[in-house]
């Protein structure tokens, strides 16, 4: 069965920086893309960023470019989300998920195994 768990998350103040790490267990990790998406308070779940299985292919929502990296370290079955210059529209549920397949996707429903999530809070 897979398992993904998200961790990291907490509130920090608008320009501050966050690491969000999302550990996976379960399945063969290096076959799988991972994408992270977050849903805000009355939103919609939306894509943030996703990286291919070797870690070279990455792709980032137009909102968080420039801002957050993405990246694996399949040794550790983890990937990172590192995030900076955090913004108050960043507050949300961050979602890790994973995805058997060869190309990057930002659609959630294509997506096959979800974490729990962890919040993430941008305020003064």
């Known amino acids: 069965q897979v398992q993904l768990v998200e961790s990291g998350g907490g509130l920090v103040q608008p320009g501050a920086s966050l690491t969000l790490s999302c550990v996976a267990s379960?399945?063969?990790?290096?076959?799988?893309?991972v994408g992270w998406f977050r849903q805000g308070r009355g939103k919609e779940r939306e894509f943030v960023a996703a990286v291919g299985r070797s870690g070279s292919l990455k792709t980032y929502a137009d909102s968080v470019k420039g801002r957050f990296t993405i990246s694996r370290e399949n040794n550790k079955n983890t990937v990172i989300l590192r995030m900076n210059t955090l913004k108050a529209e960043d507050t949300a549920v961050y979602y890790c998920a994973a995805l058997e397949s060869v190309r990057l996707e930002e659609h959630d429903d294509e997506y096959e195994y979800w974490g729990r999530g962890t919040q993430v809070t941008v305020s003064s």
């Open positions: 379960g399945y063969s990790f290096r076959s799988y893309v």
